[in-house]
Structure formats: C-alpha cells, structure tokens
C-alpha cells in the first residue's frame, strides 16, 4: 500500500508523517518511508540475502544500502519503459521553463528520475501487509515541477500529470493558510537552493507552490481519488494530530487490500 503526502511548503507533511506511521503500526501493520524501507527490502533480493548472510556485522547496511541503490537504478529504466508518455511530457515541459526557475539548479528531473527508481523497486518488494508513507512521492511533485518563484502554475500540465502517474492508495492533503506556510519555511531555515533569494521571490514562490498544491488537489477530488485533507494551521500539534488519525480511522478500504483501520 501506498501514501503518499500533499502540501505548499511549511504546511506539515513531514511533521506529520510520523502519526501516519503510528498509525498503522499500532494496529499491527508495518509502515515504512523509503529510508526505514530501502535495507529490509534490499535483503528480499538474491543479492541482499547473500549479504545478510555472509557479510561482518559492520558492512552489512552500508552493503545493504548499496543492493538498494544500484536495484534502484535499474528499476529506473523499467519505469521509463512503462511511462514513456510521461516521461517525454515531463523532458519536454520542464525544457520550457524559463531560466529563473533554477530548473537545473534544483536538479528537478534528477530527483524526479531517483524518485521513480526507489518508487519502482519498494513496490515491487513490498508485501501485501506493509505501507510506505511518502512526503514527497508523484502527487507533491507538482510543487517541483510546475511552480517556482517566476511561475504561476498551470492547471493544464498538472492535470495532465496526475493523469500519468502511478495512483496512490491513498492521498494525505496537508493544509495551512499561505502565511503560516511562509513563518514556519523562515523558522525552520530557507532550503540551501533557495538563501540566494530575496523575500519577495521566496513569499511568492510559496504563493505558486500553495496555488499548484490545490489545483492538483482539486483533480484528485474529481478524479475520485482516496485523499483526506488534515487541516494543519493551527499551533495546536495534539489537535491536528487527533483529526489526522481520526480520519485515517474512517478510510476502511483501499484498492485490492482490506485493513482493520478500526482501533482493536
């Protein structure tokens, strides 16, 4: 199973990933993001048990972790190979983007390519009774990919996006008002690639980024995916806590898995 986060820049999602996997593995389900995934699920291939079994102590999770990332690597090339349309719309759109938007500075399309390899290899070695919770997996990639302090996103591209890309089980929409967004970006530090920018382009890189957030959450509502939305603007951490499990205890079906989501 997987869940995958949604939310601008400051709203919380990976303030609040940590309930999401409290969650589940209070009810006995393991719960993984990709760090906790990429060893355990290195050790499923032939190459992972042999290390598991015959490396010292000291190498095996820098070995382990290897067996992920060069799996990872091959499992890249099959997703292209699976996605070729969205592969071709994303080298194409992200050719058009004007310079400002620090496109390859970002390393948009390399992270995007990394994300698909891990993505591709934890879905193929995860079992049916195990989720993985993504903060920043296919849906809140519409943040990197179509907005930027110098771009309104467009509603076309990231419908035609979200069309293309593999659905989750379930969409987490994490939500807060713009300012709240912005005071907590300055509280907790501006990312490395954006300090060389001055206030004006970081509030409205926050404005795009929140605009893109909530068109692509508008489609998936239309489009009738699986998402709750956790209102997060408050500075009452308990509180946005409890609405986030409580609506997780409402989702009780998910496509081709059946969970007791329902507290024992």
């Not at 907590?184 to 001055?198: F, N």
């Not at 998936?220 to 609405?243: C, H, P, S, Y």
Request: hydrophobic share 45%; with cysteine.
């Amino acid at each position: 199973m997987i869940i995958e986060f949604i939310g601008a820049p400051g709203a919380g999602k990976t303030t609040l990933m940590p309930s999401v996997i409290e969650f589940f593995q209070e009810r006995g389900i393991d719960t993984f993001t990709v760090v906790e995934a990429a060893r355990p699920f290195a050790q499923r291939t032939v190459i992972g048990k042999v290390v598991q079994a015959l490396t010292p102590a000291s190498l095996r999770q820098p070995l382990l972790w290897q067996v992920f990332y060069r799996f990872s690597v091959w499992r890249r090339w099959q997703f292209r190979q699976k996605h070729p349309q969205l592969m071709q719309f994303l080298w194409a759109s992200q050719a058009n983007r004007p310079p400002a938007a620090d496109v390859q500075q970002r390393k948009v399309l390399y992270w995007f390519d990394r994300l698909t390899g891990y993505y591709t290899f934890l879905q193929a070695y995860a079992r049916p009774n195990e989720v993985l919770v993504l903060d920043e997996g296919f849906v809140h990639r519409v943040v990197q990919l179509f907005s930027s302090s110098v771009e309104m996103p467009s509603r076309e591209e990231i419908v035609t996006y979200l069309d293309m890309v593999p659905r989750p089980d379930l969409v987490i929409f994490t939500h807060a008002p713009r300012d709240i967004c912005e005071r907590r970006i300055y509280g907790r530090g501006l990312w490395d690639r954006a300090r060389h920018k001055d206030a004006t382009e970081i509030s409205q890189f926050v404005a795009n980024a929140y605009l893109a957030v909530n068109l692509a959450a508008e489609h998936m509502r239309q489009k009738e995916w699986t998402m709750i939305a956790v209102d997060n603007g408050r500075d009452d951490l308990a509180a946005t806590q409890a609405e986030l499990r409580h609506q997780l205890a409402k989702v009780t079906w998910f496509p081709g898995k059946t969970i007791p989501l329902q507290a024992a």
